[in-house]
């Protein structure tokens, strides 16, 4: 690969030589992130042009998280939905937006892959222009498996085989993976293409910055809090900005840890696990870092039970997510 790396590589040259490396592969990853990449493309453009097309703003409507949706959620939710809808291997869409999934075909029509994501994170910083972003996990659907796209999705045989993530920051930034290492494009908009930055990304082993929202410190469990004041006793430095996507990048390019603990308020923490944590989880560990749910709970090894469900999140460089956890084993 290394000689092809010398030139302009792009996103979707990138996967097809990757998968031309598997001599069973079907080229459906191509074809679905080829999807994802032409709908960021035009949600980018969205984000950048809200201001002055007015699509900032509330759309004075909750999701089915309760929470109210922007604008450009709802654009975003469609934009994707419109891309991804033409491909032909997608079962089933799960969406942040959406209650139920968008049914597209069965597993006998050729649905073998659902598609979970949240289709604009952050969304409530995009008035004051802070990194937002799309998060996106590809399922492979069991073979064989029954019953509705939810037991479909949920089956213990239907596994994450691809996650990634779109950054629509001061460049529009696509990080992924399909479990072969984690691999950076940047948007070139003199040739609308992603193109590749950096191959087999590495998460730094160590860095003393933690990112958490401090302010509900109190409502934390004890083995966070006294994680912070340990944090705060070895030079630590914070860094949040209140959006996963811009958070867990930054995570991923200095090292360090994100945290979303459960707090009194909400015990099963606020992030969603199947369409932020799981593919976010992805990419830390093939980047070589660690994501965990609790003490000794590796988070992809806990068995989602709901498509919405939430769950806490401690992810980063290795050695920094061993440092939390050693406060929650204590607890
Ligand atoms: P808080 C954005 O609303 C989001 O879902 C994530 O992107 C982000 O990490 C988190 O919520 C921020 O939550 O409670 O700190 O504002």
Redesign the pocket.
């Given at each position: 690969m290394s000689k092809i790396q010398q030139n302009l590589m792009s996103l979707q040259s990138y996967v097809l030589a990757e998968e031309r490396e598997y001599p069973g592969a079907t080229g459906d990853f191509s074809w679905i992130l080829s999807a994802i990449s032409l709908a960021s493309k035009s949600i980018g453009n969205k984000v950048r042009r809200a201001r002055i097309e007015d699509v900032l703003g509330d759309m004075g409507d909750t999701n089915v998280q309760g929470e109210q949706q922007q604008k450009l959620d709802v654009l975003s939710n469609e934009i994707i939905k419109a891309c991804l809808g033409s491909r032909a291997n997608i079962g089933a869409l799960v969406s942040e937006e959406d209650e139920t999934p968008t049914v597209l075909r069965s597993h006998q029509d050729g649905g073998r892959y659902a598609v979970l994501f949240d289709p604009l994170?952050?969304s409530?910083n995009l008035d004051v222009s802070v990194g937002v972003g799309t998060i996106f996990s590809i399922v492979r659907l069991g073979d064989g498996v029954k019953g509705s796209p939810e037991d479909m999705i949920l089956n213990p045989a239907s596994r994450q085989v691809a996650a990634g993530y779109v950054l629509y920051g001061s460049s529009s930034v696509f990080v992924v993976t399909t479990g072969n290492g984690v691999h950076m494009f940047v948007l070139d908009n003199s040739i609308g293409s992603f193109v590749l930055v950096k191959e087999n990304l590495r998460i730094p082993e160590t860095n003393k910055i933690y990112s958490i929202?401090e302010a509900y410190a109190d409502r934390f469990p004890g083995g966070y809090r006294d994680y912070l004041k340990w944090a705060h006793d070895n030079g630590y430095t914070s860094r949040y900005i209140?959006?996963?996507?811009a958070?867990v990048h930054r995570t991923l390019i200095k090292g360090g840890v994100f945290i979303?603990p459960q707090t009194t308020d909400r015990p099963e923490g606020?992030?969603r696990y199947l369409y932020e944590a799981m593919p976010m989880s992805m990419l830390i560990e093939q980047a070589g870092g660690r994501s965990i749910a609790a003490a000794d709970t590796r988070l992809l090894d806990v068995k989602p039970k709901s498509l919405h469900e939430r769950i806490p999140v401690v992810m980063g460089s290795s050695e920094e997510v061993q440092n939390v956890e050693r406060f929650l084993s204590e607890d």
């Open positions: 994170d952050g409530s929202n209140g959006s996963m996507v958070d979303y606020k992030l």
